[in-house]
């Protein structure tokens, strides 16, 4: 990769993670248009900087989790049923689903359609979202931790697929937005961990140190930016725009794909 290559994958890295449409799928089709091949050390980069995109997340949010451990609790809980599917799925994940256009692209689309129809009974008064986070059951986290492990499957979106889930249960927008964050950390650097602990050492060098602490760096920064963002914005907007950009983006995939 150059240093160019390496720098749009750092922004759309921090860009994308916290918004639910699939950083997953926007890295992979990255690398894509900028036809950079997917060796090992690509594929560390990918995971590794996503642990920047976390850190914003504890800079913004670590007061308010010490304020309530009953928070960080339901999110190590949620995690479990994730961690347990993704080191299951993982080499089907890794091998099958990640080079499979037809698969992101539905993924893309599906989630799209469902942001619209959540978005649908809201307006016509069928779903009230009105509850918190501090209202959350222990058997309710361990369905979105389920339901965040569905989301190994790129195009999905692993905090679409947590906001949406959410807001089917009747939660807030911004809540559940703000849990899909905190549970983003423990899932981010599992996988982080995971990569490195299975990644062959030899293709770690010093160059590919220094681009991942770089990436990571800038990831945070505008991972920062967005989170503030996306909280401000849900307060007062729907997820309408994000289905709608979603299934135009699936279609486009879908028809660059049967052009191939």
């Known amino acids: 990769m150059t240093f160019i290559h390496v720098l749009i994958l750092w922004v759309v890295e921090g860009i ?8 997953t799928a926007h890295l992979i089709l990255t690398t894509s248009f900028l036809k950079i091949h997917q060796t090992d050390q690509v594929a560390l980069f990918q995971i590794v900087i996503q642990c920047g995109a976390i850190l914003a997340v504890v800079a913004l949010f670590w007061k308010k989790i010490q304020e309530n451990p009953e928070i960080f609790k339901k999110v190590c809980v949620a995690f479990l049923p994730t961690a347990l599917m993704g080191y299951i799925f993982h080499s089907i994940v890794k091998t099958v689903l990640f080079e499979s256009t037809f698969i992101i692209s ?47 499957i790129p195009g999905i979106s692993r905090a679409g697929a947590v906001i949406i889930g959410m807001m089917a249960m009747k939660f807030k927008r911004t809540d559940s937005a703000l849990f899909s964050f905190l549970l983003a950390v423990p899932t981010i650097a599992a996988a982080s961990l995971f990569e490195l602990i299975n990644i062959n050492q030899s293709l770690i060098t010093g160059s590919l140190i220094t681009s991942l602490i770089i990436g ?4 945070c920064i505008s991972a920062l930016l967005v989170v503030k963002w996306l909280i401000k914005y849900l307060q007062n907007h729907s997820l309408i725009y994000f289905g709608i950009y979603r299934i135009i983006l699936g279609i486009l995939l879908l028809l660059i794909g049967s052009g191939n």
């Open 216 to 219: 990571s760096i800038v990831a």
């Open 106 to 152: 539905l993924a893309l689309i599906i989630v799209g359609i469902l942001f619209l129809v959540i978005e649908w009974l809201i307006v016509k008064g069928l779903l009230k979202n009105n509850r918190d986070i501090s209202s959350l059951t222990y058997s309710e986290v361990l369905l979105i931790g389920i339901i965040q492990g569905i989301a190994i």
């Open 16 to 23: 994308t993670e916290f918004l639910p449409i699939s950083s």
